[in-house]
């Protein structure tokens, strides 16, 4: 089936405060946001018309926002209550919801003194992010020549949309040598995730590793993962990890808000066996956060 462009879609947008029809939310050609990346988002994903950790999420935005000098004009209790009133009057059952945060068009160079704080909310059906039968066998990583930057050169414990682009070069590429997404490494060269999940590894004696989150996002999932496994008696390590020890694990997966819990099949000539440990992890998450229930 056909997908409709996003910009043709039907329903409302959460637009400043205004109720705004989808193909009508539009934002002026000289904005700040477009011109300089001074924007900050969040994914939020609705289970069975119930939204899963809204309020970890609303408090993630505004430190992304402060963290960007930007003072959202909203409180998080009223972002939170307007999120669950879209949801409820568009009655969307399994679906995504993207707040964001952008500098508006009144001044136009690197200082944005006086530019208006923009805000809005938007939320659409969408049941999975990877198709079925690609999570069935496992997804295809390559490595990324893009590195994540160090911790003085980028706001990177922020969402913020500049961090993205080299997240966009790195899909872009590997997609068209026949991978599904991108492992990134961190400025040392140690792995750090893929293009917009964190990354678990599974050894041989059941303990899971994955990379310390100190130049990349500490993703909502990843700690409800975390949680998961240590109430199941798991042993998490979280330290770094050298992409010359990739060979040495039994087990990978992906964590995100979009891609949930996803085996990840190989990476590059690396392959992964989809082990009853991160099928049982998968179960228990979808349990939490109540799909399919």
Known sequence: ????????????????????????????????????????????????????????????????????????????????????????????????????????????????????????????????????????NGIKLNISKWQRPPQNSSPWNSKAAGLYMICTLSKHQAERDGFTDSLMLDHEGN??????????????????????????????TRKTVIDLAKSKNIKVNERKISPNEISNFVGCFITGTAAEITPVGSILDNNFKICDLIKDLSTSYEKLVGKNN
């Open 191 to 220: 792995v750090a995730e893929a293009t917009s999940a964190n990354i678990f590894f599974k050894d041989q004696n059941n303990e899971l590793h994955t990379p310390i989150a100190d130049s990349f996002l500490d993703g909502i």
């Open 1 to 136: 089936m056909e997908q409709i462009p996003f910009d043709k879609r039907s329903g409302k947008i959460w637009f400043n405060n205004e109720l705004v029809e989808w193909q009508d939310a539009k934002v002026h050609a000289i904005s700040h946001g477009m011109h300089y990346a001074s924007l900050v988002f969040e994914g939020v994903r609705i289970y069975n018309s119930k939204i899963f950790k809204l309020e970890e999420h609303t408090e993630r935005l505004f430190h992304s926002a402060k963290i960007m000098d930007m003072k959202i004009p909203y409180t998080e209790d009223e972002i939170n209550k307007i999120t669950k009133k879209l949801v409820q009057d568009q009655d969307i059952q399994d679906g995504y919801i993207r707040p964001f945060v952008w500098r508006g068009s009144e001044m136009m160079g690197v200082s944005a003194q006086n530019t208006k704080i923009n805000v809005a909310i938007a939320i659409w059906d969408w049941p999975a992010y990877f198709d079925p039968k690609v999570k069935l």
